[in-house]
């Protein structure tokens, strides 16, 4: 996700502006040529921030727009386009409360380290990230105390991007920084992956509902697990995917979501609420021939 500074500016002098804005008023007051204001005000569209009215642009309706603005008015004296130009959103979306190395950002998100570190630095001097010491480095967190509204526009930025990927009958589940998980009864043109996968590793499972991924690529086996994690709702799936957690328990080694340390906990004899016992992970693991 970029937004360029272009963009960044327009939408700040869009929001802050009194009367009605047209497109030759961005083309005069930011001596650019039509061509390019039209190419702003485009892909400022795509991204649910700007509408047309009665050739007059406007906010667009919708979560992104809406986001926008309650940040713009929270911090409308900062300098966005330290914040959010170029690819400052990507490295935003990664970053929250639990600390994390530039090496892992810069993997992450697939911004070169130097550009990491380049965007760190004006992120720092705002107050939007913290810089903890730990041995001989440092780590990174998101400031949510005082830049949640950032946050939030950041989240919307990402998930109306990918949920303009979904097909209309199908049901959006999660959007991630390059792709977009969902599901449906009907067939689509996507990826199989999350429980309708596991047939491909040995666990065949009779499903109701078709789980897919956008755009289509083909995926590893961690993808698959952690797709199968952040789509299940019920007792029954969780018991899946700690069975499919079990029988490929080597190739998941080093895959990090926040349910990983609930299986453990549960494969230890822990009892947790909305997670199958160890008993009935057990009994169900024989017919799947795993070992525990």
Known sequence: MRLSENEVEALVYIVGRENALYPRDLTSDFDLRPETVSRITT?????GLLDKENHRIVLAEGKPAESWKKLYYAHRASPFHLILADRRVDLLYRLDQTPK????LADETGIPIKTVYYYLKDLIKLGIIRKTKTGRGYLYSFNHLFWGDLKDFVTSLLEYRFRRLVPRD???????LDHVLF???RQHDATFTSFSAYGDYGIDLGLL???YTLPKRELSIKEVFIHSMDSAESLQQKLFFILFYLKNKDELEGVEHPMIKEIKAVLEGERIKGYPSLEEIRERAELYEIEL
Not at 101 to 104: L, P
Not at 170 to 176: E, M, Q, R, T, V
């Open 43 to 47: 892909r400022l569209k795509e991204k």
């Open 101 to 104: 190395s530039v090496a892992r």
């Open 170 to 176: 199908a049901l959006p589940i999660k959007g991630y």
């Open 183 to 185: 599901k449906s009864i």
């Open 209 to 211: 509902d078709n789980y």
